[in-house]
């Protein structure tokens, strides 16, 4: 599960103020079983507790630099988008799989990593980078690369 601290949500209008989001990951639902509800509970607290005191800290500075400027990157549409840049990059580094592992595995630093497989697929380094350095690996399996169409041809 993954808890994400916002100060502010689109779920409330765009509200500036701390919030939290719960997810699984992108396009998935959060399943859990009841005897973790406590634990559950009791995170959530330590989190919102977090959350609160970094928006007493840095929140109306966060709300005047981030909130109120457009694209808001909390906007729903803005992340759909992310989400499906990332799920396109997924894509083309599991299309491209066997040159992608043999330019990591040839290079002589990441730098070199990154720019080779950057070029390979056409994408910026900076977001080869981002995806390459936290790949998960079973988004490659045949369940993982079905879903993973059927999200983006139904954009």
Known sequence: MVVDGWFASHADSGTPGPHLRLRASDFEELVIRTDQVPE????????????????????????????RR?????DPGVERAAALERLRLVASVAEHADEVV???QDAESTDEAVDAVAA?????????????ARFNLLALTRPATAR??????GE
């Open 40 to 67: 559950l509970c009791s995170l959530l607290r330590s989190v919102a507790a977090r959350v609160e005191e970094q928006w007493e800290r840095d929140g109306e500075r966060y709300a005047d630099e981030v909130v």
């Open 70 to 74: 457009s694209p808001d990157p909390q």
């Open 102 to 104: 043999a330019l990591i």
């Open 120 to 132: 390979l697929l056409g994408a910026d380094p900076a977001r080869v980078l981002a995806a390459l």
């Open 148 to 153: 993973r169409w059927q999200v983006l041809d």
